[in-house]
C-alpha cells in the first residue's frame, strides 16, 4: 500500500511559496498606503490653496486671514482646521511683504517656513493682511521624489 501524505520537502516547497506570496503582497499594499497619503496630502495642498486665493478675491485682494476663515469658506478640508497631514505633521507656510517669487523649501525647517497654524512668517502675516505672497508645502511626502509638493500665491496687489 503506497505512504499517503506529503513530504516534508513537499511542504516546506509551498510554504515557502505562500511566504513570498505574502511579502510581496505586503510590500505592494505599505506602498500603496503611502501613495494614498501622498495624494491626501497634494489635495489638502491645493484645496487649502485654493481656498486662500478665494478669500483673497472676496476680500478685494487681501490676505488678510485666518485658520478659521480658511475653515469656514473651505469645509470639506478638514486638515485646514488643523494645518496637519494624514500623519500628523504640520504643513509649513512662507509668507512674505513682497511680490516675487519665494525659494522652495529643501527641508521641513527650511529658513522662514513656519508651521501652517502659526499667521506670521519671515515678513508678513496672513491675519493682518500685510502678507502679499505665501507658499505652502508639504514637506513629508512618503512615495515620491522629490518629497516636497508646494503650491503658492497666484494673484498680486
Known sequence: MPARGFTLVELMVVISIIAIIATVG???YTQAEASARDSVRREDIINIATAIEAHHNLTNNSYNFTNSDL???FPETPNAQNGKDPMGNYY?????TTIGSIALPTSCTSSGYVPLPTPVASG???NSGTAKAWMLCSCNLEASSPNIFCKGSTTSQ
Do not use: A, K, N
Open 26 to 28: 505586503l510590500i505592494m
Open 71 to 73: 475653515s469656514d469658506e
Open 124 to 126: 508678513g502675516e496672513l
Open 92 to 96: 509649513i507656510m512662507y509668507t512674505t
